[in-house]
T-cell receptor
C-alpha cells in the first residue's frame, strides 16, 4: 500500500494549458505539502496545509492554487502553464506541523511536468 | 528563511571508497534531517539529529551533528553502487518549514 500517492506520474502539456495534480496520503497525517524540484535537484516548498487549512504559502505565482478537500488529500491546480513550470512536483505529508517541524516528511513518487 | 550550504555538490566515488558530505549553517540549528533521493525517485527520510555532538549510525552511514549545532556531516564507508543518489540535509526554520540544502549528487564507479 502506497503511503503517499500522486497522479499523474507524468504530465506533458502545451504552454497556456491548465492542469491539476492530485495527492493522497493514507498515513493519517494532519499536514501535507507541495514541493517543486527543478532541473538542478533543488527542492523548494510551495504550500503546506494542516488539517485542510493553508499554513504555508511561499512566493508562488497565483497561477498555482492548492486545494485540500480533506486532510488526506491535497491537490494542485496550475493555470496558464509556462515553460518555467517544467519540474518535478512532490507531495509530502507529516504527522503534525504544530509539533514544530521536527517531523519526518513522507514524499510521494512525484509528478514530472513538462511544458512545451 | 533558514539557509544551509551543502558541499560538495557532486561526488564521484570509486566503489569501496569512503566519502563525506557536509551541511553548514551560519546560525544554530534546532535539528537537522537527512534524506536520500535515488535517481528518478523521491526523497526518503534517513535520520534526524537533535542533540549537540550527536552521532548516529545506520550500517555504513554515520551521521554527525556538530557541537555548536551549526553543521552536520554524513560519512559513508565502503561505498556501494546502491549508495548512488542525491543526499539532502534539511533544517527547520523559525516558521516550522523544512528548508532543504542543495544536495550532494553521488555517482559510484564500479
Amino acid at each position: 500500500d502506497t503511503a503517499v500517492s500522486q497522479t499523474p506520474k507524468y504530465l506533458v502539456t502545451q504552454m497556456g494549458n491548465d492542469k491539476s495534480i492530485k495527492c493522497e496520503q493514507n498515513l493519517g497525517h494532519d499536514t501535507m505539502y507541495w514541493y517543486k524540484q527543478d532541473s538542478k535537484k533543488f527542492l523548494k516548498i510551495m504550500f503546506s496545509y494542516n488539517n485542510k487549512e493553508l499554513i504555508i504559502n511561499e512566493t508562488v505565482p497565483n497561477r498555482f492554487s492548492p486545494k485540500s478537500p480533506d486532510k488526506a488529500h491535497l491537490n494542485l491546480h496550475i493555470n496558464s502553464l509556462e515553460l518555467g513550470d517544467s519540474a518535478v512536483y512532490f507531495c509530502a505529508s507529516s504527522q503534525d506541523w504544530l509539533a514544530g517541524g521536527k517531523e519526518t516528511q513522507y514524499f510521494g513518487p512525484g509528478t514530472r511536468l513538462l511544458v512545451l | 528563511g533558514q539557509q544551509v550550504m551543502q558541499i560538495p555538490q557532486y561526488q564521484h566515488v570509486q566503489e569501496g571508497e569512503d566519502f563525506t558530505t557536509y551541511c553548514n549553517s551560519s546560525t544554530t540549528l534546532s535539528n537537522i534531517q537527512w534524506y536520500k533521493q535515488r535517481p528518478g525517485g523521491h526523497p526518503v527520510f534517513l535520520i534526524q539529529l537533535v542533540k549537540s555532538g550527536e552521532v548516529k549510525k545506520q550500517k555504513r552511514l554515520t551521521f554527525q551533528f556538530g557541537e555548536a549545532k551549526k553543521n552536520s556531516s554524513l560519512h559513508i564507508t565502503a561505498t556501494q553502487t546502491t549508495d548512488v543518489g542525491t543526499y539532502f540535509c534539511a533544517v527547520t526554520d523559525s516558521w516550522g518549514k523544512l528548508q532543504f540544502g542543495a544536495g550532494t549528487q553521488v555517482v559510484v564507479t564500479p
